[in-house]
Nanobody
């Protein structure tokens, strides 16, 4: 069975850093694209970043230069390092799988399995 489990969220102050983890199981992780999405209160879900099977990455403009996505295939885990956090980064963060492993697109409909989400709150 396919499972994705996010962790690492919490309450931090503006300017702080946080590292999210997405632990995956039930599929050939090495050959899939994993993406991070987020949904803030009262707003639609938006793509944050994704990493494909080759390790190539893509970032939304809103997080470019502040966030870094990476993967550790030996641990079946994808990470999202979030630096210089802003209040507008507050959201539930989800990781998800795109079964087409060469693809680098933050298009929700491309992702067939999703984790349960982890809350990130940035507030002073």
């Amino acid at each position: 069975q396919v499972q994705l489990v996010e962790s690492g969220g919490g309450l931090v102050q503006p300017g702080d850093s946080l590292r999210l983890s997405c632990a995956v199981s039930g599929f050939s992780f090495d050959y899939k694209t994993i993406g991070w999405f987020r949904q803030a209160p009262g707003k639609e879900r938006e793509g944050v970043s994704c990493i494909n099977k080759d390790g190539s990455t893509y970032y939304a403009n809103s997080v470019k230069g502040r966030f870094t996505i990476s993967r550790d295939n030996a641990k079946n885990t994808v990470y999202l390092q979030m630096n210089s956090l802003k209040p507008e980064d507050t959201a539930v963060y989800y990781c998800a799988r795109d079964p087409v492993g060469w693809r680098l697109r933050l298009v929700s409909s491309y992702y067939d399995y999703w984790g349960q989400g982890t809350q990130v709150t940035v507030s002073s």
